[in-house]
């Protein structure tokens, strides 16, 4: 049995205050239809396929180049008249037998489970439709129900009466339905309300007077059903998100300083137990090894971190790969193409670039390394940096194993550095040092006995 995932995603969100679709605002740095795609991809299919369907209205190029690349079938709504009405776009295109899920845009962090749930109940002939209680439901669409507990209609606030605003359970707009009957009871929906418009929530008066069978479901948490109005709701979801980002990490093995004090903009994969203190930004995909410690205020952005190495405080590291018990930081940046062996060192205010720093090697502090080939055991002194640009093209700069570099020199790339080789503090390099060598290249120093010192005037 095919599903059809169905989107509303055509509302402009005026109430957001931008000139962003509302659909493609944010949480953990995923646009929030996006969420909904990959939430609506995970559920099960034992035979047949999913098809998805994406219905656009407002500034919809910028909604389908956010989505470029993904198997998504688009319809435009190009009046805003109603949800009912959006699905109707879509009709025409669904599978013969299927079921379709019905899902928004804007209510992002419905969770696969819920949504198989749904699908589960459709596959059998009936309606599935998410509903949910809440203490306060002003504004919300009221479940009424007869004597026997059975659903027999949605009523939406502006229609309801004063008895069936006491109702405390609401429609989410969630729902699973066989296509052969969504197909009839959509083109038999009217605007017959106070808002004028076509209610898709009308079909369950239609299934109950066709004798379909209507089965509710709820979320674990009211966030699951919640949609997204304006930029506080967006905040509160995200909170909400981050803490349960927060949870799963627990769960698999992480010490958290804090649990409220962590954003994860992508996906942490835990190899081990670790710890992660406060402030701490994943983005992208990350994976930490086990015992990895993680300390204050780092970015950590599509890295491999390997087994028991520390990354101190205030530490960016983006696209970089960091060895077993490597020492990173504290205020270090490891730029895209860094890779350090096992038991490397890079300390403070240390810049690396498209490096490859072999195993036991130092770079303790206030340098700058960029397209380089470091080996084994080489020290690297204090302000030291690699000169790999000329302004338009880059070079490469090797050192050999167990090279010492002193303090404060340049290394004018290309340039070649032997193993075991010296470079006095304060050289600048541009020829090739031999294997074992000395090599010392600074200006002389002179001093001038009669100098007199500027004396304010």
């Known amino acids: 049995m095919n599903i059809d995932i169905i989107i509303l995603a055509a509302g402009q969100g005026s109430r957001m205050c931008s000139q962003l679709p509302k659909v493609l605002h944010?949480?953990?740095?995923?646009?929030?239809?996006?969420?909904?795609?990959?939430?609506a991809c995970q559920v099960v299919v034992t035979a047949g396929e999913v098809n998805t369907h994406v219905i656009v209205g407002h500034k919809s190029e910028l909604v389908q180049e956010a989505l470029a690349g993904q198997n998504i079938q688009y319809a435009m709504q190009r009046e805003q008249l109603g949800t009912g009405h959006a699905v109707a776009q879509v009709t025409t295109n669904l599978s013969g037998e299927g079921v379709s899920l019905i899902l928004y845009g804007d209510v992002p962090l419905t969770n696969s489970h819920t949504m198989q749930e749904l699908v589960d109940i459709a596959k059998l002939d009936q309606l599935g439709l998410?509903?949910?209680?809440?203490a306060n439901p002003n504004g919300y669409g009221r479940i009424v129900r007869d004597a026997n507990n059975q659903v027999t209609a949605i009523v939406e606030q502006k229609d309801a009466s004063a008895q069936q605003l006491k109702i405390a359970e609401i429609n989410t707009g969630i729902m699973a339905v066989p296509n052969k009957f969504l197909r009839k009871w959509i083109a038999q929906l009217g605007n017959d309300n106070a808002q004028g418009e076509y209610y898709l929530t009308d079909i369950i008066a239609m299934a109950a007077a066709d004798n379909v069978a209507?089965?509710?479901?709820?979320?674990?948490?009211?966030?699951?059903?919640?949609?997204?109005?304006?930029?506080?709701?967006?905040?509160?979801?995200?909170?909400?998100?981050?803490?349960?980002?927060?949870?799963?990490?627990?769960?698999?093995?992480?010490t958290l300083a804090d649990?409220?004090?962590?954003?994860?903009?992508?996906?942490?994969?835990?190899e081990g137990e670790v710890f992660i203190d406060v402030n701490v930004i994943f983005e992208g995909d990350v994976v930490l090894g086990d015992g990895v410690q993680i300390a204050a205020n780092c970015v950590i952005k599509d890295a491999k971190i390997a087994a028991n190495a520390i990354v101190k405080a205030n530490t960016l590291i983006e696209q970089a790969q960091v060895g077993?018990?490597?020492?990173?930081?504290?205020?270090?940046?490891?730029?895209?193409?860094?890779?350090?062996?096992?038991?490397?060192?890079?300390?403070?205010?240390?810049?690396?670039?498209?490096?490859?720093?072999?195993?036991?090697?130092k770079v303790s502090h206030l340098t700058y390394l960029g397209d380089a080939q470091i080996g084994a055991e080489v020290n690297i002194g204090a302000g030291t940096i690699t000169c790999n640009y000329d302004g338009v093209n880059k070079f490469i700069t090797e050192i050999g194993d167990g090279a010492f570099i002193g303090s404060n020199s340049s290394l004018v790339a290309p340039v070649k550095v032997g193993a075991r080789a010296t470079i006095g503090a304060g050289s600048t390099i541009t020829k090739e040092?031999?294997?074992?060598?000395?090599?010392?290249?600074?200006?002389?120093?002179?001093?001038?006995k009669d100098w007199q010192r500027p004396v304010k005037k």
């Open 259 to 270: 649990p409220n004090r962590l954003d994860v903009r992508g996906s942490v994969t835990l």
């Open 433 to 448: 040092v031999a294997a074992a060598q000395l090599s010392v290249a600074r200006a002389k120093q002179i001093s001038l």
């Open 26 to 39: 944010k949480i953990g740095a995923k646009p929030m239809l996006q969420h909904v795609i990959d939430n």
């Open 214 to 254: 209507i089965l509710t479901k709820s979320p674990s948490a009211e966030q699951e059903v919640q949609g997204v109005n304006d930029k506080v709701q967006l905040a509160q979801l995200e909170r909400f998100y981050q803490r349960e980002q927060a949870r799963q990490l627990m769960l698999a093995g992480a």
């Open 130 to 134: 998410l509903t949910v209680t809440l």
């Open 324 to 361: 077993e018990n490597c020492e990173v930081g504290p205020f270090a940046r490891l730029r895209p193409g860094t890779v350090l062996a096992a038991t490397a060192k890079i300390g403070n205010f240390v810049e690396t670039k498209k490096v490859n720093i072999g195993k036991g090697s």
